[in-house]
């Protein structure tokens, strides 16, 4: 058995590079470090191109003998996967929440969450069925097969050190491929962490590898190079655009999960209690630093004071702290940046109008710590209309009509999560059916899960995550025409 605690982990300064546990070339580190102390919690290694491509070769070999086992076996050894998961559970929650900040009960719920993906691709690896076709000529018959795209690779972001990892790596895994992990630098030990599981659920070296260190070195190389056949990348637009023009020369499959702007609408008609409770959830988690938080809040005239005044007083209760405390709902931002981002966003909104109903600064206990905060009447012209803030502040906005609404929802290059309230049946479906987004989630907060698909259109990204779509991200459709029968 494995003892995860993690200081056996963090002494390492090592990854888990085809089925080696080493260092750098260079034997340089990056320091990770608790966003709520601003303390090291453990070194990684500062990888670049050469150890990119030693892993590219690794994950070629061993994706070879991985496709070849049946989907049961593969199956079989994501299942153990999961199993090792959930049996460490708090270990990774803890490990996640000092890396990243998120109180506790959200880092149990990340691994929840996370590893529902590896059971669901593990029960999915055995539903890849292909098709027959009616021919059109009598002598003929019509095949399609699935395969595994072949290696992949995957580059993920901070706010969700562990699901945005397994939402990956279980359909790579279970449709046959392999996969090269290049984790957030603020976040490298909760992918290495899983990576130890992995190797234990009997993962075969080389299937599945974490590479830590240069993000732009180790990005250009997975991204150029023929053999990688896919990337999949979760993070802000801006990088995927790099991305995505990387993975031109070598037409690269893409899946791209990228920045959103969700508009959350509360109709006249809605339940205000649950709106609030819903607004509450998909703006507060994880100090709203997800891709899915709604950015910005449309009111209907008829019950926006009352709304407003309900949600004030809400996220007035909410408690701000280091995430192992008791009864922390609040952790800190991510950096220094994160934090300038948001103050950035409420010096603008105030400047342009609007009023703070709640918070609107630096938290009293210093570091990345910010008041979670409520605007009210916000212009549409503010920043926080068309940017993704990434922290915990609510802007409303007023609106009168429908049309009015659904104009203002969708004047945004980005189409990822969207929320309305109402309990009527009509609007519903008007609403649902015109708001450009990927997902809408109707008198609700909280729409994620493994068995729906997740994904963004417009520019917030390419393909799908979850569900029964998400394995087919890594796989690839083979006709086969038998003729002369
Ligand atoms: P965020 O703003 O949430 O940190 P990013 O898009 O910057 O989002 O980061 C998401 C992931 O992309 C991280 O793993 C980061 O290291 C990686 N990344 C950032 N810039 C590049 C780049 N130029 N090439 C490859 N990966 C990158």
Not at 47 to 69: F, H, N, P, V, Y
Not at 98 to 124: D, H, T
Not at 424 to 436: K, M, P, T
Not at 455 to 466: C, H, T, Y
Request: glycine letters at 10%.
């Amino acid at each position: 058995s494995i003892q995860l605690k993690h200081s056996v982990l963090l002494k390492n300064n090592l990854t888990l590079l085809a089925g080696q546990w080493v260092s750098a070339d260079s034997g340089e580190t990056i320091s990770v470090t608790n966003p709520a102390t601003g303390l090291e919690v453990a070194k990684v290694p500062l990888m670049g191109s050469d150890e990119a491509e030693r892993a590219i070769i690794a994950a070629e070999a061993a994706q070879k003998s991985w496709k070849t086992l049946t989907a049961a076996a593969r199956a079989a050894i994501l299942k153990r996967w999961f199993d090792l998961i959930i049996l460490h559970r708090e270990d990774l929650a803890q490990l996640l929440t000092a890396e990243q900040g998120k109180p506790l009960a959200e880092a149990r719920g990340e691994v929840n969450y996370g590893a529902s993906f590896i059971e669901w691709f593990a029960e999915e690896a055995k539903r890849v069925y292909g098709e027959t076709i009616p021919a059109p000529m009598g002598d003929r018959r019509l095949l399609v097969l699935k395969q595994p795209i072949g290696v992949t690779a995957a580059i993920t972001p901070w706010n969700f050190p562990i699901a945005m990892i397994t939402r990956k790596a279980g359909p790579a895994l279970a449709a046959g491929c392999s996969m090269i992990i290049k984790p957030a630098e603020q976040t490298p030990l909760c992918a290495l962490a899983l990576a130890v599981l992995a190797e234990e659920a009997g993962v075969p070296s080389g299937v599945l590898q974490v590479i830590t260190g240069d993000a732009r070195q180790i990005g250009a190389v997975l991204c150029e190079s023929p053999v990688v056949a896919k990337l999949s990348f979760t993070g802000s637009t801006e990088v995927g655009r790099i991305l995505m023009r990387q993975c031109a020369d070598t037409i690269k499959k893409l899946s791209l999960e990228l920045g959103g702007n969700a508009p959350f609408i509360v109709f006249n008609d809605a339940d205000l209690d649950a709106a609030v409770e819903g607004a509450m959830i998909s703006k507060y988690r994880n100090a709203g630093q997800t891709c899915v938080c709604s950015n910005r809040l449309f009111v209907q005239e008829g019950v926006y004071d009352e709304f407003a005044k309900k949600l004030a007083v809400k996220v007035a209760q909410l408690k701000v702290g280091v995430g192992t405390e008791d009864g922390v709902t609040q952790g800190p931002l991510i950096d220094d940046a994160a934090i300038e981002k948001v103050e950035f966003h409420v010096a603008d909104a105030i400047a342009k109008g609007a009023t703070l109903l709640q918070g609107g600064k630096r938290h009293n206990l210093g570091g990345t710590f910010f008041e979670p905060t409520v605007l009210a009447n916000v212009s549409d012209d503010a920043l926080i209309f068309s940017e993704e803030t990434f922290g915990p502040v609510a802007p409303l906005f007023r609106f009168k009509t429908d049309e009015e609404v659904i104009s203002l929802a969708n004047r945004t290059e980005f189409g990822l999560a969207s929320y309305f309230y109402s309990r009527d049946i009509g609007r519903i479906w008007r609403v649902a059916e015109a708001l450009e987004y990927g997902m809408v989630g109707v008198n609700t907060g909280m729409i994620s899960n493994e068995v729906a698909p997740f994904g963004g259109i417009k520019q917030s990204g390419l393909g799908r995550e979850g569900s029964h779509h998400g394995i087919d991200e890594y796989l690839e459709l083979k006709y086969v025409c038998m003729a002369g029968l």
